[in-house]
């Protein structure tokens, strides 16, 4: 394995990645093995099943059309029973696991067509789990699994939660898989100018911001371990939309679509630009991409 596609989470701004991965196949970049968190998990799980551009444009269709409702639904019963302590999440996974069947074509993780690997977070000890084999759904709805919306998954004896909580941006696992390219398709966007509206959707941005300085952090080991093995690390700069509130998808096919021209832009500008770390998790991936000089 050589050339891999690392998506990070980001929630409702997975089309973001789908409209950028779409251009880097159409430009010929094909990887060798797909690493996701989070949404980034379930956007590399279809890709890794359904190869190459027409894989890369389903996606786009598929993430631009997706609807609130296929993965949250808030019962008022169920979440005070959370919010009481009767149970440990507010949101059950039944609608997110069928949009996991619906989407992903295989049942098993290595029987994707391209070598596929999702990042899960240990609840109790907050480790890096990192799924290459089993049960394709479980491993997306762990990956999935924001802390106190959608309840842990236990795989092998292990309580496991959001990805993105340990390794937003998987780019060390990608290495340690013996990947030696790699492209970092992120979702951010423009800076907010005010918190989300709603308490739950200020508490998800909140452990965003807290999970960026750890983010910044890896994503800074990994450029130096690549620096040092002749590899490369290419972050694909990401589109500047207004951030859509948590639990808003009406702006899917806008995001893909920017992303997408994004993309072309700063692959035709023929220049490698190594990215600003500093910014990750704040504003964009570069605060200049070659395509805009």
């Known amino acids: 394995m050589t050339t891999a596609f690392v998506l990070s989470g980001g929630g409702n701004l997975g089309p973001l990645q789908a409209g950028a991965v779409l251009a880097l196949m159409e430009s010929g970049i094909q990887p060798d093995l797909f690493?996701?968190?989070?949404?980034?998990?379930?956007?590399?799980?279809f890709l890794a099943t359904r190869p190459g551009a027409t894989g890369a444009r389903a996606l786009v269709a598929a993430s631009s059309s997706m609807q609130r409702r296929e993965a949250f639904r808030f019962n008022p019963v169920a979440v005070l029973a959370g919010f009481v302590g009767l149970r440990n999440y507010l949101v059950s996974d039944h609608?997110?696991?069928?949009?996991?069947r619906r989407w992903i074509q295989v049942d098993l993780i290595e029987r994707a067509a391209t070598p596929l690997a999702v990042t899960a977070t240990d609840a109790l000890s907050g480790e890096i789990v990192l799924l290459r084999s089993g049960d394709i759904v479980d491993a997306?709805?762990?990956?999935?699994?924001?802390?106190?919306?959608?309840?842990?998954?236990?795989?092998?004896?292990?309580?496991?939660i959001d990805g993105s909580i340990s390794a937003d941006r998987p780019v060390l696992q990608a290495?340690?898989?013996?990947a030696d390219?790699?492209?970092?398709?992120?979702?951010?966007?423009?800076?907010?100018?005010?918190?989300?509206?709603?308490?739950?959707?200020?508490?998800?941005?909140?452990?965003?911001?807290?999970?960026?300085?750890?983010?910044?952090?890896?994503?800074?080991?990994?450029?130096?371990?690549a620096d040092a093995t002749?590899?490369?690390?290419?972050?694909?700069?990401?589109?500047?939309?207004?951030?859509?509130?948590?639990?808003?998808?009406?702006?899917?096919?806008?995001?893909?679509?920017?992303?997408?021209?994004?993309?072309?832009?700063?692959?035709?500008?023929?220049?490698?630009?190594?990215?600003?770390?500093?910014?990750?998790g704040k504003s964009t991936i570069e605060p200049e991409y070659p395509g805009a000089r």
């Open 181 to 225: 390219t790699i492209y970092m398709i992120d979702a951010t966007t423009a800076p907010r100018v005010r918190p989300p509206r709603g308490a739950i959707a200020v508490a998800m941005n909140s452990v965003s911001l807290v999970t960026s300085q750890a983010s910044r952090d890896q994503l800074t080991t990994a450029l130096e371990h």
């Open 95 to 100: 609608h997110l696991r069928a949009l996991i």
């Open 35 to 45: 690493v996701g968190s989070s949404v980034g998990a379930l956007n590399a799980a």
């Open 230 to 280: 002749g590899g490369h690390v290419y972050v694909v700069p990401s589109a500047q939309q207004p951030a859509p509130s948590p639990f808003n998808f009406r702006m899917s096919a806008t995001l893909a679509e920017a992303a997408y021209a994004r993309t072309v832009a700063w692959l035709d500008s023929n220049e490698e630009l190594r990215p600003d770390v500093t910014n990750l």
């Open 175 to 178: 290495q340690e898989l013996g």
């Open 140 to 160: 997306l709805a762990a990956s999935s699994a924001i802390p106190g919306i959608f309840p842990p998954v236990q795989i092998a004896g292990r309580w496991l």
